[in-house]
């Protein structure tokens, strides 16, 4: 079924045992992920986040709840994430609902970040529209000013979420075209494990 891959049974071991080759490969950010998600209505959108986590079953994002994608998850509290490693030449597609972490899974990352990373989490009105680049620069000045020596808090509109998967599907390229791909589908009873034709 496998053919000359050796696919974990469980496919978070699957993911790791994967990432951990790609940091080996040098791979620029391999924590970055293409995430996938729609509005009510259905239109979807995505873009790329940093994957910050793997517990509790499944994998940790962050990010301004008021937010174009935290607005899509509001409504409808489905996802995909995609990883593409280049060098390995290998992706990773994983879909489940999202769901937001607690308020300290939260505050203990948001404690975590580079100073300039939280300042720009507390400024940052995200997806709005905003005049001009010195309107950012200005509030991040003030903000900075005003704050001194002390350490910024999490802002309640900032926080994680976890997608929690129920598909996944592991794709090894192949130069032929006859590229390997393994998908793993949530059931009652486990992971059902399938190939898929390229």
């Known amino acids: 079924m496998t053919g000359t891959f050796k696919f974990r049974q469980d496919p978070m071991d699957q993911f790791r045992s994967w990432f951990k080759e790609a940091e080996k490969n040098f791979e620029h950010e391999p924590e970055a992920m293409a995430l996938a998600t729609a509005d009510e209505d259905g239109r979807p959108s995505v873009r790329m986040v940093l994957f910050r986590d793997l517990k509790a079953g499944g994998f940790h994002f962050f990010t ?3 937010s174009r994608k935290a607005l899509h998850l509001g409504s409808n509290p489905y996802g995909a994430l995609l990883f593409y490693w280049h060098g ?3 992706q990773v597609r994983v879909e489940g609902k999202i769901k937001k972490v607690s308020a300290k899974i939260s505050d203990a990352y948001f404690n ?3 100073l300039g990373s939280r300042i720009s989490a507390c400024i940052s ?3 709005s529209v905003i005049p001009d680049r010195l309107f ?3 509030m991040h000045a003030a903000f900075s ?3 001194g020596q002390k350490s910024p808090q999490r802002p309640g509109n900032w926080g994680g979420y976890i997608l929690v998967p129920d598909r996944f599907e592991f794709w090894s390229g192949r130069d032929n075209r006859l590229h390997d791909r393994i998908q793993y589908r949530k059931s009652r009873s486990g992971w ?3 190939r898929l034709a390229p």
């Open 64 to 66: 301004n709840y008021q």
């Open 145 to 147: 000013n005003d704050l």
């Open 112 to 114: 975590a970040r580079p």
């Open 88 to 90: 390995l030449y290998r």
């Open 136 to 138: 950012l620069d200005a």
């Open 125 to 127: 009105p995200q997806s």
């Open 192 to 194: 059902i494990i399938e």
